[in-house]
């Protein structure tokens, strides 16, 4: 599933080749892709040009003259670039024709992908992005104000990572990586955490999240980015995916349990139960 990082490089990968292109027609082969009426989406669409793009958590946000299109990939959504359409599989649901003869092709082999229009300027009203967080990424994240909002929360600190309504951006990989780079067990409760604790962890996440975007993410099973770009993030992976292996600190073998419902993998060396 793309992750914050992959979907920041899917956003800088088509920006470079979508900005001042005008879409000139829209073809839809499967409609519930669009939260929106079919007609309405393709009357409103063509003749915009791209203007930005720009992206809040795992949502990319294309920017137009009047209205901006949000979409999220979900489990295998990928964008294509194509210079015809000779190429087309059933799992090209939208096709976007440029004017520049390219095509914009949306495929997504489960279908899970979303995308949804609005008047520009009006992104946040969405449901689906005013009940967001702020984006871990954000240098500027109040993090007192998010800490207030769930010291006395008994959920798990892996849970409490994975809420997309308290911080947005981090999925399971990340969130893994996160807390072996913090020392912290998956399942700790949010109420056991300090304010400096809780700090330290969310700065591991930022560095974690850092690195990837600079890798290009991470390519799990049929995840790839736009373009055929491969995240090298998976390279530098220390416990996520790597059950059985040897910890790369302390060579204790890295074990998998479920955490918040998640296939969750820590070291059991490192990331030690805290008892209070
Ligand atoms: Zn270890």
Do not use: W
């Amino acid at each position: 599933m793309p992750e914050l990082p992959e979907v920041e490089t899917v956003k800088r990968t088509l920006k470079q080749y979508l900005v001042g292109r005008k879409i000139i027609d829209i073809k839809i082969n499967y409609d519930k892709i669009i939260k929106y009426d079919n007609k309405r989406f393709i009357d409103n669409l063509v003749n915009q040009t791209f203007n930005d793009i720009d992206r809040y958590g795992k949502y990319l946000i294309f920017k137009f003259n009047d209205y901006s299109l949000i979409s999220h990939l979900r489990m295998e959504g990928k964008y294509f670039l194509q210079n015809d359409l000779k190429h087309l599989t059933k799992h090209d649901h939208i096709i976007f024709s440029l004017d520049n003869n390219q095509y914009l092709t949306y495929h997504d082999v489960r279908k899970f992908g979303t995308m949804e229009l609005t008047k520009k300027g009006q992104e946040f009203r969405l449901d689906s992005l005013k009940k967001l967080g702020p984006e871990i990424n954000n240098p500027n994240i109040d993090l007192s104000k998010v800490y207030n909002s769930i010291k006395h929360s008994n959920r798990s600190i892996k849970a409490i990572l994975l809420d997309q309504t308290v911080i947005t951006g981090l999925g399971n990989i990340y969130v893994d990586e996160t807390l072996f780079k913090a020392k912290i067990h998956p399942e700790t409760n949010m109420n056991e955490l300090s304010f400096e604790r809780f700090k330290s962890i969310i700065f591991s996440a930022q560095k974690v999240v850092e690195k990837a975007i600079k890798l290009g993410g991470t390519t799990i099973r049929s995840y790839q980015s736009s373009m055929g770009v491969d995240g090298r993030f998976q390279n530098e992976l220390n416990v996520h995916t790597l059950v059985g292996k040897e910890c790369s600190v302390c060579n204790s073998i890295i074990k998998k349990i479920r955490v918040a419902g998640r296939g969750t993998y820590f070291c059991p060396n490192c990331q030690k139960k805290e008892s209070l």
